[in-house]
């Protein structure tokens, strides 16, 4: 990437920052006890991720990430929070259980994470061969239409059927019987 | 601070770091809602991973992007019947807390 002086640097660094706001909105996610801040951290690892898609050469995506998970999901989620109460109850565990069942969680977690990311990094994975596709919005919306038709047609009758089951679902009740 | 980003090693290991805090939450989380969020940052590091793999280790650049794309339409519907579930057990017994909903009623 040729550009004015200190390019290379700046480039790394939004990369950087995109790796950190998703790891430190995972970490807030997960981690904090209020439902808002867990929101509002699922929503920073989204912005992060959309980060990570654009240097994965995904520009479509990133804007689909941000649109979708932020603008639809994280929306979705603050309004169920408005509607019923939120704060968890303080721990009804005594607190040598609550340290127990922490570190376990964490002990499988971390497990997890070493697991995979060696896996990951370690596996000899093969290099494609032949000439790549450059993955445009052009190319993904000719396939979406052509190879991946029924499957798009399916997707679309599952968010029919989950916009109609939300609604009965969220209605019942609200009647007396 | 610079990392290599042309190397798919970063990207496998922060999904590595994202699936982890997901289960992490999934466990330890005592609200529905709580658990909800959990599970959508494993969707997350799936859809990472989607894109990684696509990007470095494939030649038809679209498969990867179409895949994540259906990934998200699906975490939409997840979400929105969940909540609308998450809702409904609060009308009926004031509290989203995990523990809190124990019985079945036929």
């Known amino acids: 990437m ?3 002086p200190g390019m290379e640097y700046a480039v790394g660094f939004v990369f950087g920052v995109a790796v950190l706001t998703t790891v430190a909105g995972a970490l807030l996610a997960a981690l904090t006890t209020r439902v808002i801040r867990s929101v509002c951290g699922l929503a920073l690892c989204c912005f992060g991720l ?3 898609y654009y240097f994965l050469r995904a520009p479509f995506l990133s804007l689909m990430e941000i649109l979708i998970y932020v603008g639809a999901i994280c929306v979705t989620i603050v309004f169920a929070v408005m509607l019923a109460e939120t704060d968890e109850a303080p721990a009804r565990e005594t607190r040598l259980a609550a340290i127990g069942w922490g570190a376990l969680a964490l002990f499988i977690s971390g497990a997890v994470f070493w697991g995979v990311a060696r896996l990951g990094i370690k596996h000899a994975w093969v290099l494609p061969e032949g ?3 450059t993955g445009s919005v052009k190319e993904i919306g000719v ?3 052509t190879t991946y038709g ?3 047609e399916i997707i679309s009758l599952v968010l029919l ?3 109609l089951g939300a609604l009965v679902i969220a209605r019942y009740g609200r009647t007396k019987p | 601070m610079s990392f290599d980003y042309e190397r798919p090693d970063i990207y496998l290991a922060v999904a590595a770091f994202v699936l982890a805090t997901g289960i992490y939450g999934l466990v330890r989380r005592r609200t529905l809602i709580g658990m909800l969020i959990a599970g959508e940052l494993i969707f997350s590091a799936a859809s990472l991973n989607f894109v990684t793999m696509n990007r470095f280790f494939v030649t038809d650049k679209a498969v990867g992007q179409i895949c994540v794309l259906f990934i998200m339409a699906l975490a ?3 979400i929105s019947i969940a909540l609308s579930i998450v ?4 009308r009926n017994y004031r509290s989203i807390g995990s523990k809190d909903v124990s019985e079945m009623n036929g």
């Open chain 1, 50 to 52: 959309a980060g990570l």
């Open chain 1, 143 to 145: 396939a979406l239409l």
């Open chain 1, 161 to 163: 059927v989950a916009i």
């Open chain 2, 87 to 90: 809702i409904a057990v609060y």
């Open chain 2, 76 to 78: 939409a519907a997840e």
């Open chain 1, 131 to 133: 000439k790549a596709t």
């Open chain 1, 2 to 4: 040729k550009g004015f």
């Open chain 1, 150 to 152: 029924f499957a798009f």
